[in-house]
């Protein structure tokens, strides 16, 4: 399994406005510049985030995006599924799409560990996980900085 650019970039977009001061909307051209994404590429991967109810939209003077809640209540295959869709390693595993085999398929219980291990792994780190990630590697880097 591969996790798209759209993917990536959807997790930066989010940890972007997770570190912005609550409450203030930011506008995609900034988390574009300090992401290094093009805005016309965060327009795409805004959109089904919105849809999902995981972003609001501020319009105006000063508008912008925010979150429509606390970084610890989002995780990052929350995050990520609305961009990859079903993050099973094979369509047999969520269900989508079984051959007349399932029943004697070995290989296919591979594949349910394969995504019981990758849905343990982003259905339990947090976007306030990763803020705080994104904390300890800034104090870290300006400590090697001084040095």
Known sequence: ????????????????????????????????????????????????????????????????????????????????????GSLAPVSCVDGSECCGRAAQCVTLEVWQEIQKAVSGVVDHITLADLVERHRQKSLLLMDQARS
């Open 1 to 84: 399994m591969k996790i798209s650019t759209k993917g990536r970039y959807a997790l930066r977009l989010m940890l972007d406005l997770a570190l912005a001061s609550p409450g203030e909307p930011v506008p995609l051209r900034d988390v574009a510049q300090r992401q290094e994404i093009s805005d016309k590429y965060l327009e795409q991967i805004v959109t089904p985030l919105s849809r999902a109810g995981l972003v609001r939209s501020v319009r105006g003077a000063g508008g912008g995006y925010l979150l429509t809640r606390a970084p610890s209540a989002y995780t990052v295959g929350e995050i990520l599924r609305p961009l990859e």
